[in-house]
């Protein structure tokens, strides 16, 4: 495909949606049925950017840069934990046999579920959304490191013992980089799950945050022009997250063994 068309496409298809909306949408009514117009939303935007009296910055500032805060440091500990676990689980088999039943135990529960847990067991709302994001994409980057740990090709491990490597320098040079497509693969779906859990954790357990501003706009006489305005915020926001984790996934470095093994 050429450039032009991948820029195009997509701005071909947001005009056709952005014309449908304008068609579609009732306005107007301020009800909380009454979907609110382009235009309506708009005015939304200019009153999140807003800065209200006594704050030292806009609206919608405070609420991204908490949500951001939440994400970062819940995924970063989520990566921080789980490749390494990963890892292990993924070279030792006593490993395996001893840990991975505990991980496939936990991985199904809910972190929404874990909402009233968080409130009981920390003390302030950023400790809780961390807790609950880190949780959420703890064990997508865990389960799938293990099972590119698994899945290295012996002969790589072979021809890095025939080296004289082993123990961590074997780990560190030829079992990390064989399994780097997937473990950045893994982080890239950790990201999206982290940026869902953070919103969620904000609307039903802690104050402040994107996830909060739709439920004070919701109690703020319906303003679902603000609501809609926000849920555009966090898709945008969003997409920037995963295209960042799309550019690593090219790196040279990461890229290789799709490459060798293409």
């Known amino acids: 495909m050429k450039r032009g068309e991948r820029i195009l496409l997509p701005l071909a298809f947001a005009g056709a949606l952005l014309l449908l909306w304008s068609q579609w949408a009732k306005g107007g009514g301020g009800g909380v049925t009454d979907f609110p117009t382009p235009a309506e939303t708009l005015r939304g ?21 908490a949500s ?5 440091f819940g995924f970063l500990f989520a990566a921080l934990l789980g490749i390494p676990l990963g890892l ?4 030792s088999a006593r490993a395996h ?15 929404i579920a874990l909402i009233p847990i968080s409130i009981m067991v920390f003390r302030g709302d950023d400790l809780r959304a961390v807790f609950l994001i880190f949780y959420a994409a703890f064990f997508p980057i865990a389960i799938t490191t293990a099972a590119a740990a698994s899945s290295v090709p012996p002969v790589y491990v072979r021809a890095g013992r025939n080296f004289g490597l082993k123990g961590l320098a074997l780990v560190r040079q ?3 980089p064989a399994a780097l497509p997937q473990i ?10 982290s940026w869902l859990v953070v919103v969620a954790a904000e609307m039903l357990g802690v104050q402040g945050g994107l996830g909060w501003l739709i439920i004070d706009a919701r109690y703020q006489g319906a303003r679902t022009d603000l609501i809609v305005g926000t849920i555009l915020i966090i898709g945008v926001l969003g997409l920037g997250i995963d295209l960042l984790l799309r550019r690593l996934e090219r790196h040279p470095r990461v890229s290789w ?6």
Request: proline share 9%; no cysteine; charged share 10%.
């Open 174 to 176: 030829v079992i990390v």
């Open 68 to 72: 951001l805060f939440r994400t970062t």
């Open 88 to 91: 292990l689980l993924g070279m």
């Open 45 to 65: 935007f200019q009153h999140l950017l807003g800065t209200p009296p006594g704050e030292p910055a806009p609206l919608l500032l405070k609420h991204v840069v």
């Open 257 to 262: 063994s799709r490459h060798e093994h293409g």
């Open 97 to 111: 046999a001893a840990l991975n039943w505990l991980v496939q135990f936990l991985r199904p529960i809910s972190p």
């Open 184 to 193: 950045v693969t893994s982080l890239r779906v950790a990201a999206g799950i």
